[in-house]
């Protein structure tokens, strides 16, 4: 069975993509079974692995709205191990639509049901609001991953992610627990990145995971997405490939440790 892991922060830009679409192709690499479902209307995880995102007719939204099977949605991408389910902003619909349905928080979980034993991971790109869509994917995540900008307004807004994930466990009872939190866009040579670390570290406490890994701010991991590629593949060699090489292998012990318990 996939370990399903959403990756999500309601703020926009803190590298949600970034990280779906590189942890992604790092673990594909080790050798790892990961599918890649994008579930923003922006479909910029769709893009990142230069899949032509509105030429596509069996995207994540035919799949929600019941007009096609996962099945029929998932793509191969040129990385050996690497699949994803596209998206467009055809997706931006379905908010409203999906409202109206009996059930409508399970949609993704249940449409999810007939591929989970095909993979060891399958990471699902959230949109960067705490709506319908956002619910779907806690509610089908087995875990989350919140990647944060090392930035001055670092934790603004985590009070009502934190929230949200409460109430899908508590209501839905649908338990997501945090996988980790993971620091973006960091300079450890600034104080500013610095004192966000500690910051973070701090309000988190002993009882959420923070990854040691942290992603530095990279110039080639921002360019890669115009080459249809992910930064692992377009240059493994950069510090930003690096990172997120490193972040897969702490990932795997992190999974490996909690296996054994
Ligand atoms: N570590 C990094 N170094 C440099 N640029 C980065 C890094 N991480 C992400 N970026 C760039 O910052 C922008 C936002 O990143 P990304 O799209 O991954 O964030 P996001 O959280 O998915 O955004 P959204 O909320 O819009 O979905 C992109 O242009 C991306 O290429
Ligand atoms: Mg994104």
Redesign the pocket.
Known sequence: MAEIIAIL?Q?????????AVNLAAALALYGKQVLVIDM?P?G?ATTGFGVEKNEITNTIYSVLTGASTIDDAVIDTDIPGLDVVASNIALSGAEIELSKEVGYHTILELAMETITDEYDYIFI?V??SLGILTINCLVAADSVII?IQAEFYALEGMADLLEAIQLVETRLKSPSPIKGILL???DSRTRLGRDVYSNVKEYFGASEHVFKTT?????T??EA?SHGKPCIIYDEESS?SQAYINLAKELIRLDESEDNK
């Open positions: 922060n703020k926009g830009g803190c590298g949600k993509t970034t990280t923003d922006q910029n790109d949109p960067p990647p973006t866009l960091y992603i530095p701010r990279n110039i991991l921002a997405p930003g």
